[in-house]
């Protein structure tokens, strides 16, 4: 590999937020936040130093550069020609999903969203005056989320729905949803007139057998019904640069979304988010490919240890990101008592599952995008304290 995953890097140091915000005592492994421990691709770093050089950092012009990357980044990896003027900038995917229901909902309209599910998504939508449907996610036998279509047609069927909130791939049921999955999403949104708001930031983490689609790329209707959202953070680490972009299709629908950033005073862009996002997706392919082969043995790693030696806490099988959602019912602890195992028994900072809504209680997200030394460490301490029990 030209990159090393395995280098050890001290955090702690660089006002990270994984490691300080939450005080986390030496002896404990912060394993929640999702960005990883990995240092950016070396193109990125020689490209900010560069940039550095020049003493000035005023406002910057609005290069066509950033549309044409992230046009680019949707061809070569997903098969989806996407038009740069279809491009919109945003300091961060959440912004659009405010964006989307000042413009396409009123106070009181409702929202749908797939619990357990990245908490932004429900406190958004509450933030903003709307009511949240829930159309939660099933496990089957074998621990893997399904969707419930039957419920979703109800809740998309509300005349008062006017928004789809989807994770895919899915934070944190680690769902890469399949072509025939997304179609019946598709389809019923066009049949009740549901705006689709994909998020789609995790796209690039998708294990062996699974392929990430995007929704936008399916069919022409499909395109001019959503919102796809974008960002290289959490392939290349470059969280801190808050910077993300929109891909819409429809005209109508980008140019609603337009007025919105204009009456939020929300527009400008920043140097550094500018630079690392071209740079991540235009010459960093490489990095993203050799970052999956590694977090594939990891995964694989991990699945196989806690089947064989922490049989107690399931693990069903990831097909995509590098956040492990790890049911731990059979533990039979209440929530509380659950993180307090996880903090002071096993050693671990990991996130709470009842933070992503109904469905998460019982359940800890587990990042494991680090050097697989830490990952091994963090097993050995877990099955340390479940064994004591």
């Known amino acids: 590999m030209r990159h090393n995953f395995d280098e050890i890097i001290n955090r702690r140091v660089s006002e990270c937020k994984k490691y300080e915000a939450a005080c986390y005592p030496e002896d404990v492994l912060p394993m929640w936040i999702a960005d990883t421990d990995f240092a950016v691709p070396a193109e990125i770093s020689e490209a900010i130093q560069q940039r550095a050089k020049h003493p000035c950092f005023g406002y910057p012009i609005e290069s066509f550069e950033f549309e044409e990357a992230a046009a680019r980044w949707e061809r070569v990896r997903f098969g989806w020609n996407v038009d740069p003027h279809w491009v919109k900038y945003a300091n961060g995917v959440l912004p659009f999903l405010m964006y989307a229901i000042r413009a396409y909902s009123y106070p009181g309209d409702k929202v749908v969203i797939q619990p357990p599910v990245y908490p932004p998504f429900s406190a958004i939508v509450r933030n903003n005056g709307r009511q949240l449907l829930e159309n939660r996610l099933m496990q089957d036998e074998n621990g893997k989320y399904q969707i419930d279509f039957d419920d979703l047609e109800k809740k998309l069927k509300d005349p008062r729905t006017k928004l789809f909130f989807m994770s895919n791939p899915h934070n944190p049921a680690m769902r890469c949803f399949t072509l025939e999955e997304l179609k019946r999403i598709g389809e019923l949104c066009l049949k009740y007139n549901v705006l689709v708001i994909s998020d789609e930031i995790h796209c690039d983490l998708t294990y062996q057998g699974y392929k990430h689609i995007p929704f936008g790329s399916i069919s022409e209707e499909f395109a001019n019904n959503c919102i796809v959202l974008i960002n290289p953070s959490k392939t290349f680490n470059i969280a801190g640069f808050r910077t993300g972009a929109a891909i819409i299709p429809n005209k109508r629908i980008r140019d609603n979304i337009e007025i919105t950033i204009v009456n939020n005073k929300n527009y400008g862009r920043t140097i550094f ?117």
């Open 273 to 389: 988010g500018m630079l690392t996002f071209v740079t991540a997706y235009t010459k960093c392919d490489y990095y993203a490919d050799e970052m999956m082969q590694y977090l594939q043995q990891s995964r694989d790693m991990m699945m196989a240890y806690m089947k064989e030696r922490i049989p107690r806490i399931k693990l069903a099988e990831p097909e995509a990101t590098y956040l492990m959602w790890l049911d731990c019912r059979d533990l039979n602890m209440t929530q509380d008592e659950l993180k307090a195992f996880m903090f002071n028994k096993a050693k671990l900072g990991l996130n709470d599952g009842a933070t992503f809504g109904t469905g998460g209680t019982g359940f800890m997200r587990m990042n494991i995008a680090c050097p697989r030394s830490t990952v091994e460490q963090a097993l050995e301490q877990l099955e340390k304290a479940v064994n004591a029990l």
